[in-house]
């Protein structure tokens, strides 16, 4: 079966989604060794099930498996990477708490990361694409105390070895979105810090044919690094505007972008549901600064809609489709 993604304006996600009942469990059980990997990639089938569902009702184009095998976007893969450790616990913002991981020998991929879940949620998606989403080696390296590595250098280029390693498995598996998550850029906003993860990206994607290569970074200082970044070899930027009252919108128009442009237009961490108007005025704003057509316009919200009760994210989805539908009918 295929679906055919709207030429202007498709509509997306950026990954994460409230975690469905029973998904946080089985998380858990997983980690206490109640369960096998395989166990536990079998049994978090039904809260993907449960997201696509979701992603379809609310009429989305590209979708993804809302990552409900992930606890947290760092932690997951130092779960599954030889060399990590669990370390304690550190506050990442309001009262949202991580166990931040140690690198305490050479990193390594022994088996396949998140492929399982892409694969199953790809299986029953109707078609639609589904995103590959991993996060970037930048960001597990700010997220991770090491005590390994010599260099930062030496960090990032050996965590973008394992990644490139699983982004090559998921492209052979059929992936043809691949979106790389990069927020802690956006909370180092240095052009040195930009060019060490643009290295880092450049390994990551090199020689990649035939798949649609997307980094995603959101919140901090977004307009300090984007001239630093505009020749990564990526086919889109997906980023936050909504939460930050659209302050971006200026600096591509003065920096000259033209990549193709993940739009946040839904805020993340506000209960309010965008109505149709608010997101279809967000849309227009870009569009009448004629810094890009349509057809490089990808809508979707500023980041992952896990903060989010289900019900709300959900609206927040329909809205922003309907949004979507009625742009392109006007641009």
């Known amino acids: 079966m295929s679906y055919q993604v709207p030429s202007k304006f498709p509509t997306t996600v950026i990954g994460s989604y409230p975690k469905i009942a029973g998904a946080s469990e089985i998380i858990k059980m997983r980690d206490k060794g109640l369960i096998s990997e395989a166990e536990f990639h079998e049994k978090i089938r039904r809260p993907i099930a449960e997201v696509v569902k979701d992603y379809i009702e609310a009429g989305i184009d590209i979708i993804s498996d809302g990552e409900q095998s992930r606890e947290d976007m760092v932690v997951y893969f130092a779960h599954r ?21 140690i690198i305490v020998d050479e990193l390594r991929r022994e088996a396949s990361l998140a492929i399982d879940d892409w694969l199953y949620a790809s299986s029953i998606s109707g ?30 280029m050996a965590l973008a070895k394992i990644i490139r390693e699983e982004i090559l498995d998921a492209v052979k598996a059929g992936a043809k979105y691949v979106q790389v998550d990069e927020p802690a850029l956006s909370t180092r906003p240095w052009k040195e810090e930009a060019e060490l993860a643009g ?16 980094v995603h970074i959101c919140y901090g200082k977004l307009e300090k690094i984007l001239q630093y970044i505009l020749d990564y070899p990526v086919d889109q930027f997906a980023l936050e505007f909504k939460n930050s009252n659209f302050r971006l919108l200026p600096y591509l128009k003065e920096y000259g972008y033209d990549k ?33 057509p349509p057809e490089k316009v990808y809508i979707n919200p500023d980041c992952g809609l896990k903060p989010l009760p289900r019900e709300i994210a959900k609206a927040k989805l329909i809205n922003m489709v309907k949004a979507a539908e009625e742009a392109r009918r006007a641009w």
């Open 81 to 101: 990477v030889k060399g990590y450790s669990e370390g304690d616990w550190v506050r990442i913002y309001d009262n949202m708490y991580f166990r931040k991981p």
């Open 127 to 156: 078609g639609r694409p589904v995103k590959f989403i991993i996060t970037g080696p930048y960001t597990m390296m700010e997220w991770s105390f090491n005590v390994h590595y010599k260099s930062r250098e030496e960090l990032i």
């Open 199 to 214: 290295e880092a990206l450049r390994y990551v994607f090199a020689g990649l044919e035939g798949v649609k290569k997307i």
């Open 260 to 292: 193709e442009l993940g739009y946040g237009v839904v805020d993340v961490h506000s209960l309010q549901v965008e109505s149709v108007k608010e997101v279809r005025n967000a849309i227009d704003m870009l569009m009448k600064l004629d810094i890009l």
